[in-house]
Nanobody, 114 residues
Framework: QVQLVESGGGLVQPGGSLRLSCVGAGSIFTFEDMGWYRQAPGKEREAVASIATDGTSHYRDSVKGRFTISRDNAKNTIYLQMNSLKSEDTAVYYC????????WGRGTLVTVSS
């Protein structure tokens, strides 16, 4: 059974940085696409960034220039480096992977507050 295991969330002050990690355990195949979604209180889940096996990445406009997604295909692992964090980045961040089937992690909470 495939599981996505996230780590790296926490409390950070505005302007600070965090690095999220997500490993896809239990799959013998490299996921075609992997990425991050987030859901803030009272809001719908939204896509943050995604990356394909060839390294092609996409970002939502509000995080461009601040967040960087990367992946290690051999380890089925992706990372999200988040810099210059703002209060509006506060949310539960979910790892997502796709290889014909959608997989989701349980989420990790990121709180940006002074």
């Amino acid at each position: 059974q495939v599981q996505l295991v996230e780590s790296g969330g926490g409390l950070v002050q505005p302007g600070g940085s965090l690095r999220l990690s997500c490993v896809g355990a239990g799959s013998i195949f490299t996921f075609e696409d992997m990425g991050w979604y987030r859901q803030a209180p009272g809001k719908e889940r939204e896509a943050v960034a995604s990356i394909a096996t060839d390294g092609t990445s996409h970002y939502r406009d509000s995080v461009k220039g601040r967040f960087t997604i990367s992946r290690d295909n051999a380890k089925n692992t992706i990372y999200l480096q988040m810099n210059s964090l703002k209060s509006e980045d506060t949310a539960v961040y979910y790892c997502h992977a796709y290889d014909g089937i959608n997989y989701w992690g349980r989420g990790t909470l990121v709180t940006v507050s002074s």
